[in-house]
Each structure stands twice: as structure tokens, then as C-alpha cells.
């Protein structure tokens, strides 16, 4: 089956510190994944995806990196900021009955605090 | 603007007092799903639709029935909820068709409280 396993938190990182949450999944055919961030009070927003190995995702200095061969999707950012303050979860969604969208697996979300 | 909209946003009811949480998206979107979040467990899927009159289970359906009559629409309902299912909800919706790793959009969640 498919699933995904993501370090636990709290992850908590003083400004400029660098960043890494790791992620590695199970899937039984060719996933896309994804990174989601979850603000204070809001919904999920997508933070950056990637749909085949070797692919980077990358979005406001934060990157991940499709390892196939590891089945590992880590999330790295170079220098935290205190705004980046939030849940980071880790997902991958498989096909549907041959169709390209699928449904999502989630990690169980990391809690990330940037102190200043 | 793109949106999926969630209401309530916050609720608090009593054990077996039937209550619906409405979605709507406005993106003419095939694909919208239910996931509730919880400490420590992240988003666990209830249900999902695929299109109109299409919809299928996901990890924790037990006590939801949702229905899909209109494309916009994905209504949530607790027919008689119990205090397990106190919990962040969230509603998404993507296209159906669309190349891998299509961008799902989640909504602002609702917060349900059962006492």
C-alpha cells in the first residue's frame, strides 16, 4: 500500500539555522509528492511538488528532492526565518484507476518553530 | 479568485445532534475529498468523489456520509456525531484530468467540537 513517514516533531530552530524534515514514503506504483505547510489558524497550502524521480521541487527557498532510489522526498531550507513558523507536512498521491489525479497519503505533519 | 469554502469554520454540538459541514469550490473541479486532522496522526482521508454521483471511501469513513449531486458541492455529514469525532476538518478539490501532481486546493477547515 502507500504511505508516508515523516520525522516527528517539534522541530524547533533558531533564525537562519538550516532546515531539514525528513520524508520517505512507500508506494506501490509511481507517485507524485508533495510538501503542504500549514500556517497558525489556516488551511494546507501546497509548498512545492515533484511528479518523477530526480525532480527538485523548490518554493521561497525551501527545496525536496524526488530520490526514487531511497523512496526519500526531505525538505531542506538553507536559513529559516521566523515566519516559516508552521506544521510542514509531507504527502504523496498515487493514480486513480488509470487517470493521472489520485487521492493524497499524508505524513503525520512536523511542527516547526523559528526562534528569533 | 480560486476557492474551496468550508462552513462552518467553528462549531460546537452535542452527541447525536445530526449536522452537516457544507463545501463548495469554484473551479468546476471533479475531484473534491474530506480529510480530518489530528494531533500526531496528520490528515486521514473520510471520503472522496471522483465526479458527479461518484464518491468511494477513504481511510476513516465510519460515521460520515457525504453526497455529490451537484459538481460543485461536497457536503460532509454527521448523521449522529460522537465526541471521537471531535476534530479539524478539512474539504479539497482538484481537477480529475490533469498531469501528475496536480495542485490540490484544501479549504480553511472547520473546527467541530462534540460534547
Known amino acids: 500500500g502507500n504511505s508516508v513517514t515523516q520525522m516527528e516533531g517539534p522541530v524547533t530552530l533558531s533564525e537562519e539555522a538550516f532546515l531539514t524534515i525528513n520524508c520517505t514514503y512507500t508506494?506501490?506504483?509511481?507517485?507524485?509528492l508533495f510538501w503542504y505547510v500549514q500556517y497558525p489558524g489556516e488551511g494546507l497550502q501546497l509548498l512545492l511538488k515533484?511528479?518523477?524521480?530526480?525532480d527538485k521541487g523548490s518554493n521561497k527557498g525551501f527545496e525536496a528532492t524526488y530520490r526514487k532510489e531511497t523512496t526519500s522526498f526531505h525538505l531542506e531550507k538553507g536559513s529559516v526565518q521566523v515566519s516559516d513558523s508552521a506544521v510542514y507536512f509531507c504527502a504523496l498521491s498515487d493514480r486513480y484507476r488509470g487517470s493521472t489525479l489520485g487521492r493524497l497519503y499524508f505524513g503525520r505533519g512536523t511542527q516547526l518553530t523559528v526562534w528569533p | 479568485e480560486a476557492q474551496v469554502t468550508q462552513n462552518p469554520r467553528y462549531l460546537i454540538t452535542v452527541t447525536g445532534k445530526k449536522l452537516t459541514v457544507t463545501c463548495s469550490q469554484n473551479?468546476?473541479?471533479?475531484?473534491m475529498s474530506w480529510y480530518r486532522q489530528d494531533p500526531g496522526l496528520g490528515l486521514r482521508q473520510i471520503y472522496y468523489?471522483?465526479?458527479?454521483?461518484?464518491?468511494d471511501k477513504g481511510d476513516v469513513p465510519e460515521g460520515y456520509k457525504v453526497s455529490r449531486k451537484e459538481k460543485r458541492n461536497f457536503p460532509l455529514i454527521l448523521e449522529s456525531p460522537s465526541p471521537n469525532q471531535t476534530s479539524l476538518y478539512f474539504c479539497a478539490s482538484s481537477p480529475s484530468h490533469a498531469p501528475p501532481g496536480n495542485t490540490i486546493y484544501f479549504g480553511e477547515g472547520s473546527w467541530l467540537t462534540v460534547v
Open positions: 473551479m468546476n473541479h471533479e475531484y
Open positions: 508506494a506501490t506504483g509511481y507517485p507524485s
Open positions: 468523489s471522483m465526479n458527479v454521483e461518484v464518491t
Open positions: 515533484a511528479t518523477k524521480a530526480d
